[in-house]
């Protein structure tokens, strides 16, 4: 903390030193179930509950830490990581297509040659969903909107001359990248934060790249997400109470993982050390020492406060 800094920020923690609250444990159970995962080839999405402010993004930069370095046998697979944060996008669109090329440039990271393949086939897949969207959006009247046609020929042309004459479906696509997948020797494991923050529909958008979309084989969701504020946000599509939008993020979360309470005497902890990096500060400002007032603020704490 430097003499100019008037102010603590509220940034997530970046190292396992700045764990003031005693998340590391909880954290390392998560990373264990993860990588014990890494042999299962089933898709799954571990959601983590916690309401704005009480540390999720923290809490899953402790689940990140070194989470690609353990000890392996030798059926299990390696972890590439993909990060994921829809905020920055203006439409639902961007989100959706910046996800799929994002992804597939991930996989050309790495010289594993079956990882470049599961990155080509991801390239073909977003392909293809931009050309059923420009196809839908060609095809919709301004006066019947269910009248959406998918053409062939924007399709093909969409995805390259190597697909002419060839049929084509999502399903087909997914199963070459679930099959290049398979023998990569790599499980993918996607974080994406702040959807919290997102509108309703950009909200619905994430939860069926996750649930619809990209549900690949070998791949590990990371959520972190206000569980009330979420299903609220989509319970009016799938029925009128905020019950209907539990229910449907039940189906979404496969695991869902509560953040641990902060008990009393980790608050008062990281009070205390936040306050003492204040104090520092005010003393070379002040150029003199007032312990005793600062005692006294010290001995006022209350985790209520909190």
Known sequence: MSENTHFLGDNPIERIEDDLFNFEHYALKVQQLIQLNSNDSN??????????????????????????????????????????????????????????????????????????????????????LKAVKISASAGISTTNKISATFEPSEIFKALGEDFVGKDITLDKLKDKVNEALKVSNYKIVVFIDDIDRLDKDEIYTILKIVKLNGNFNNFIYLIPLDSEHVSKAISKRYGDEIKDGRFF??????????????????????????????KKSLFKKLKTNKEEEFILILYEFSGRFF
Do not use: C
């Open 249 to 278: 993020l039940e189906k979404i979360i496969n695991i869902p993982i509560h953040l641990p309470r902060i008990e009393e005497e980790d608050l008062k902890y990281f009070f205390e050390s936040k306050f003492d990096l204040i």
């Open 43 to 128: 898709p799954l999405t571990i959601g983590i509950y916690g309401k704005w402010g009480e540390g999720k993004t923290s809490f899953l930069k402790l689940i990140e830490n070194k989470i690609d370095v353990w000890k392996k046998t030798e059926a299990q697979k390696g972890i590439l990581k993909y990060h994921f944060n829809p905020w920055r996008y203006s439409t639902e669109e961007e989100m959706l297509f910046d996800f799929f090329d994002g992804l597939a440039k991930t996989m050309f990271v790495d010289k594993n040659s079956n990882l470049q393949k599961v990155g080509k086939g991801i390239l073909r897949f977003s392909k293809y």
